[in-house]
């Protein structure tokens, strides 16, 4: 019998986490940022948004390649027991004021080990995001992990849109970070590439999440459901094959341009009969047999829907918002902060109707 069951952080320590005292700083940094942000929005106009679009933690890279190479490697589950982690997380912008976008952030860990699924859930933590605060809120992000390289990976970007992004780019790599410290002998995964480009910023943090989960014996595996990347001319995840078996296929020959850099080998992971294909990259320190071995005892451990592991899918699952926590937190901020709800028409229906579809 499959179970899931939601852990508090301190009831962590039992299941796979080697450490008798869990770092607990994140969360509570990003609440107290969170909070910051929003102390100067006391009573002033709210425009509620009304299009409920989420967002991605991750970032895609924009670019084509041509690789030249492809080499396929059967695979065989493996049933030797071993703990599949996941990590994911999602924002949402839940209205608007005269001089910035109210956001809300949400993440999720999650792990399977004796057939039985826990999780942690992280937020939703809500900011207030402005012209006036954006450096100082981007400045403080920098030591919310004490242990993170002193980098310049949190310089303000330029467009005052991309700061959503790398709010929640940041508290991404944090969860990553956590579970990579805490966890032994597991696979880990990620949702999206183990590609670093230039909206991301520098790539020592992802590189230093992947040092970290070395040194505990963990391997890292990220699953994108959509690559720009193409061979021959096509998606490399419809590159068409006759092998119908478990399979990955690695994609040689990749030259990222900078400002790109692959921090892992990148396959077409083809995980069981039907369903689709997805980009997997493999942290390309790891041994390629290692990492072949990995997905193995990712295929005796996890379940799949679609080809897509549980685990991951439950990460996800459990970091989106509903349309009803939405709708909670806006009443939230209307009443905490004495916000005044105000209707903005939408010009777009004002001027095309029916087929003004603004936002959407």
């Known amino acids: 019998m499959l179970m899931i069951q939601q852990l508090s952080i301190a009831a962590t320590q039992r299941y796979n986490f080697p450490h008798r005292n869990i770092e607990t ?42 690789p030249r190479e492809i080499q396929s490697f059967p695979l065989k589950p493996k049933t030797q027991e071993t703990v599949v982690t996941a990590v994911d997380t999602s924002w949402v912008k839940i209205g608007e004021t005269r001089t910035g ?50 980098t310049h990976e949190c310089r303000v970007p330029s467009s005052f849109w991309q700061i959503p992004m790398r709010l929640t780019y940041v508290f991404e790599r944090s969860l990553q970070f956590m579970l990579s410290e805490n966890m032994s002998n597991s696979i880990i995964l ?43 001319g096509c998606l ?11 399979c990955l296929f690695k994609i040689n020959g990749l030259e990222p341009r900078p400002p790109l ?9 083809r995980l069981a009969r039907g369903g689709y294909s997805f980009r997997l990259d493999i942290d390309k320190e790891v041994p390629i047999s290692h990492g072949i071995e990995a997905t193995e005892r990712l295929l005796g451990n996890d379940l799949f829907s679609q080809n897509y592991p549980e685990t991951l899918r439950l990460a996800h699952i459990l970091c989106t918002f509903t349309a009803n926590e939405i709708i909670g937190m806006q009443h939230y901020v209307t009443h905490k902060y004495n916000m005044r709800i105000s ?7 004002l001027l095309f109707g029916v087929f003004g579809k603004g936002e959407d």
């Open 25 to 66: 700083a994140l969360p509570t940094r990003f609440i107290e940022l969170s909070i910051h942000s929003l102390k100067h929005i006391n009573d002033v106009p709210f425009q509620l948004n009304q299009h409920l679009f989420q967002y991605k933690g991750n970032l895609q890279e924009w670019m084509e390649f041509e």
């Open 101 to 150: 976008v109210l956001l809300a952030i949400r993440g999720a860990n999650v792990w399977r080990e004796a057939k039985k699924f826990r999780y942690l859930r992280f937020g939703p933590l809500i900011f207030h995001i402005s012209e006036e605060n954006k450096e100082s809120l981007l400045g403080s992000m920098k030591e919310v992990h004490s242990k993170f390289p002193r």
């Open 190 to 232: 990620f949702d999206g590439s183990l590609t670093s480009s230039m909206v991301e910023g520098p790539s020592q943090s992802m590189k230093q999440v992947l040092s970290v989960a070395r040194k505990g014996h963990n391997v890292v595996l990220a699953l994108s459901k959509a690559t720009t990347l193409r061979f021959d």
């Open 236 to 246: 490399i995840t419809e590159i068409p094959t006759e092998n119908w078996t478990p």
């Open 261 to 269: 850099e692959f921090l892992g080998h990148v396959y077409v992971a």
């Open 343 to 349: 209707t903005k028409p939408d010009i777009h229906r």
